[in-house]
């Protein structure tokens, strides 16, 4: 068991576009459990024992759902945004953890073992290079809507562009971040602070802190995983494409 790596989950949003009255979206079930808790045994085949979870809104509908699993709670009261739920996440990992894996309650990648060498190998590529982040990027035929991956013609990532803010050139393509992050602790202390509010939005995204790294000439990289079964749960319709996808149905 690796006692330095921890694991932040963020399962505070709102999840509108489900119009879910009393529950949380990451506790509706996804096969035989509920999404959240699939995340979570994830977590725990890769030997993570450290694992924090950001709750927010309908927060006892997730705690509920993950009774007697040894977890650490965090309270984000207010819906900021995901660079603010993992400031709060931050705050309750471990002095020991020197870095921490971050994932959304909604990902089912993480849901399958058969996708634990992958995030092994995340994590290796991390710990070999000793980098400040290193993040899983994934190709989607039909990226529509997804931020994409922009590399310079070294391959060296330049920068995540989402959709509405990309070229016509950039929206051809197809490599793009599904949301699975490990970070230094190191970096994360340094520079979480330093995340600005969208000025369109008013919330602070993860994301930017990408953007930070790489005009600081820290250390960033990728794991290119291709043409993978992933998908992120934010409608109905989609939570049912998730299990055509993870079922083979």
Same mark, same amino acid.
């Given at each position: 068991?690796?006692?330095n790596?921890?694991?932040?989950?963020?399962?505070?949003?709102?999840?509108?576009?489900? +119009?879910?009255?009393?529950?949380? #979206?990451?506790?509706?079930?996804?096969?035989?459990?509920t999404?959240?808790?699939?995340?979570?045994?994830?977590?725990?085949?890769?030997?993570?024992?450290?694992?924090?979870?950001?709750?927010?809104?309908?927060? +006892?509908?997730?705690?509920?759902?993950?009774?007697?699993?040894?977890?650490?709670?965090?309270?984000?009261?207010?819906?900021?945004?995901?660079?603010?739920?993992?400031?709060?996440?931050?705050?309750?990992?471990?002095?020991?953890?020197?870095?921490?894996?971050?994932?959304?309650?909604?990902?089912?990648?993480?849901?399958?073992?058969?996708?634990? /060498?992958?995030i092994?190998?995340?994590l290796?590529?991390?710990?070999?290079?000793?980098?400040?982040?290193?993040?899983?990027?994934?190709?989607?035929?039909? /990226?529509i809507?997804?931020?994409?991956?922009?590399?310079?013609?070294?391959?060296?990532?330049?920068?995540?562009?989402?959709? #509405?803010?990309?070229?016509?050139? +950039? #929206?051809?393509?197809?490599?793009?971040? /599904?949301?699975?992050?490990?970070?230094?602790?190191?970096?994360?202390?340094?520079?979480?602070?330093?995340?600005?509010?969208?000025?369109?939005?008013?919330?602070?995204?993860?994301?930017?802190?990408?953007?930070?790294?790489?005009?600081?000439?820290?250390?960033?990289?990728?794991?290119?995983?291709?043409?993978?079964?992933?998908?992120?749960?934010?409608?109905?319709?989609?939570? +049912?494409?998730?299990?055509?996808?993870?079922?083979?149905?």
């Open positions: 068991m690796n006692k790596l921890g694991a932040i989950i963020l399962a505070a949003g709102k999840g509108k576009r489900m +119009q879910l009255d009393s529950h949380n #979206k990451v506790t509706l079930r996804f096969g035989e459990k999404i959240i808790l699939h995340i979570v045994h994830f977590l725990k085949d890769l030997d993570i024992s450290n694992i924090v979870v950001v709750v927010g809104h309908h927060r +006892q509908s997730v705690e509920d759902a993950l009774l007697g699993e040894d977890i650490i709670f965090a309270e984000q009261k207010e819906q900021l945004g995901t660079g603010d739920a993992l400031s709060f996440g931050l705050k309750e990992l471990p002095t020991e953890i020197t870095d921490v894996l971050v994932t959304y309650g909604d990902d089912i990648f993480l849901h399958s073992k058969k996708n634990v /060498p992958t092994n190998s995340l290796k590529l991390h710990k070999d290079k000793g980098n400040a982040i290193t993040f899983l990027t994934v190709e989607f035929d039909n /990226p809507g997804l931020g994409r991956i922009v590399r310079g013609s070294d391959g060296k990532i330049l920068e995540i562009i989402e959709e #509405k803010d990309a070229t016509e050139s +950039q #929206k051809k393509i197809k490599e793009i971040n /599904p949301g699975c992050f490990i970070f230094s602790i190191e970096f994360l202390k340094k520079y979480i602070s330093k995340l600005k509010k969208s000025t369109v939005t008013g919330e602070y995204y993860l994301t930017n802190l990408i953007d930070l790294a790489i005009k600081d000439n820290e250390k960033v990289d990728t794991l290119a995983a291709g043409n993978i079964t992933w998908r992120g749960i934010n409608t109905k319709e989609e939570l +049912q494409e998730a299990e055509r996808l993870y079922y083979g149905k």
